[in-house]
């Protein structure tokens, strides 16, 4: 089977930093993904990685180590509109490499 | 806007009535895939279309569930003899050969009464 585990709420101020944390288990493994989704809207891609170490677009970077099945999405100068739902979804060798488990996700909340 | 369409946005059915959800992806995405996604939780994977071909079917998926993905364009969804439990946002995404980063449409919110 497969599982992911993501913190559900995380808090924090405008400008602060904030980690989002995603753990997973599954039978095999192309990379981790990350999405943002405001409420009523849709997911949002926002990040890609397959290889281990650090990925960075703008105030986003994403973090992934494969020896541990775990990876986190950092925020940087948090801005009120990054108030949202966070999903971290796995890429899987099932489905001709098109598996896409996605975890509970982490809301979070930018508070002035 | 992130150019995959979904028709329609809400859709109220009564239990036992049959809908159908239509989704256009973006034009030269060959990948298409349905999602279900209920409140609180991650999208859950229902199916995959390459081109017009159904590669894979969620084991979750009762036979009340069709898709469709005629000429590898638009696809359909159709949910035979709602119940109360198929209530929730149906998604769908595209993506390109490559796959990594799949395009979420805005979904059809459905309420089964």
């Known amino acids: 089977g497969q599982s992911l585990e993501q913190p559900s709420e995380v808090t924090a101020v405008e400008g602060a930093i904030v980690q989002i944390n995603c753990t997973y288990q599954t039978s095999g493994f192309y990379g981790l993904s990350w999405y943002q989704q405001h409420d009523g809207g849709a997911p949002t891609f926002l990040s890609y990685n397959a290889l281990d170490g650090l990925e960075e677009t703008g105030r986003f970077s994403s973090f992934l180590s494969r020896s541990d099945s775990y990876g986190y999405l950092l925020l940087q100068e948090l801005q009120m509109k990054d108030s949202a739902s966070y999903f971290c979804a796995v890429r899987s060798p099932d489905n001709y490499g098109q598996n896409f488990v996605f975890g509970p996700g982490t809301r979070l909340s930018v508070l002035p | 806007d992130t150019g995959v369409s979904q028709d329609p946005r809400h859709k109220i059915t009564k239990r036992g009535q049959n809908v159908t959800f239509r989704c256009d992806p973006i034009?030269?995405?060959?990948?298409l895939y349905w999602y279900r996604q209920t409140l609180g939780q991650g999208p859950e994977f229902l199916t995959y279309?390459?081109?017009?071909?159904?590669?894979?079917k969620s084991r979750l998926l009762s036979d009340r569930f069709s898709a469709e993905r005629p000429k590898g364009s638009f696809s359909t969804l159709e949910i035979q003899r709602t119940e109360q439990g198929d209530s929730a946002m149906y998604l769908c995404?595209?993506?390109?050969?490559?796959?990594?980063?799949?395009?979420f449409g805005p979904g059809t919110r459905l309420l089964v009464l």
């Open positions: 279309f390459q081109n017009e071909a159904q590669l894979e």
């Open positions: 995404a595209s993506s390109s050969s490559s796959g990594s980063t799949q395009y």
């Open positions: 034009s030269e995405h060959n990948r």
